[in-house]
Antibody, heavy 116, light 107 residues
Framework: EVQVVESGGGLVQPGGSLRLSCATS????????MSWVRQAPGKGLEWVATIKHDASERYYVDSVEGRFTISRDNAKNSLYLQMNSLRADDTAVYYC?????????WGQGTLVTVSP | DIQMTQSPSSLSASVGDRVTITCRASQGIGNDLGWYQQKPGKAPERLIYAASNLQSGVPSRFSGSGSGTEFTLTISGLQPEDFATYYC?????????FGQGTKVEVK
């Protein structure tokens, strides 16, 4: 059974940092692109970043470029999102998702709240 | 960036109705489009990929069509469990972009 489980969310002050993790199981992580998608409270979905199988290429939405870093450890079946210089408008539920085109499996999400 | 314009933003419908949601891309994207359903407090679920391919396990009342710049999600015979918000997603280029969403509500 494919499973995707995010962790690491929480309350952080503006300008702070947070690292999200995504534990995967039930499939070979090395065979898939992986993505992060977020959803601000009461708002729509926003694609954040995608990383290729071997981390050779990474793509970001403009609003997080230079502040967020997507990474992966295929040996540990894990995906990460390092978030620096956080702003109030980064407040959202962050989803880890399998795939880089139309992701098929999503985690339940982890809430990140950026507030003083 | 490719903009995805989804319409309507909301609609009211009854069980058994045929519902159509449209997404228009700001430039041609071939068939690089998918559709999701999201219920409150839950993660999105993939319904359609490659514009018209039904995800395994998704009821056949859901169908997708279109190519280029105009795409449609149709629900033929709305069921109680279909009241939700629907999103399109283009994957023709980065950054990936979603439509704004369509909330399907009970009439």
């Amino acid at each position: 059974e494919v499973q995707v489980v995010e962790s690491g969310g929480g309350l952080v002050q503006p300008g702070g940092s947070l690292r999200l993790s995504c534990a995967t199981s039930g499939f070979p992580l090395s065979g898939y692109l992986m993505s992060w998608v977020r959803q601000a409270p009461g708002k729509g979905l926003e694609w954040v970043a995608t990383i290729k199988h071997d981390a050779s290429e990474r793509y970001y939405v403009d609003s997080v470029e230079g502040r967020f870093t997507i990474s992966r450890d295929n040996a540990k079946n894990s995906l990460y999102l390092q978030m620096n210089s956080l702003r109030a408008d980064d407040t959202a539920v962050y989803y880890c998702a399998r795939g880089g085109r139309v992701p098929d499996y999503w985690g339940q999400g982890t809430l990140v709240t950026v507030s003083p | 960036d490719i903009q995805m314009t989804q319409s309507p933003s909301s609609l009211s419908a009854s069980v058994g109705d045929r519902v159509t949601i449209t997404c228009r891309a700001s430039q041609g994207i071939g068939n690089d489009l998918g559709w999701y359903q999201q219920k409150p407090g839950k993660a999105p679920e993939r319904l359609i990929y490659a514009a018209s391919n039904l995800q395994s396990g998704v009821p056949s009342r859901f169908s997708g069509s279109g190519s280029g710049t105009e795409f449609t999600l149709t629900i033929s015979g709305l069921q109680p469990e279909d009241f939700a918000t629907y999103y399109c997603l283009q994957h023709n280029s980065y950054p990936r972009t979603f439509g704004q969403g369509t909330k399907v509500e009970v009439k």
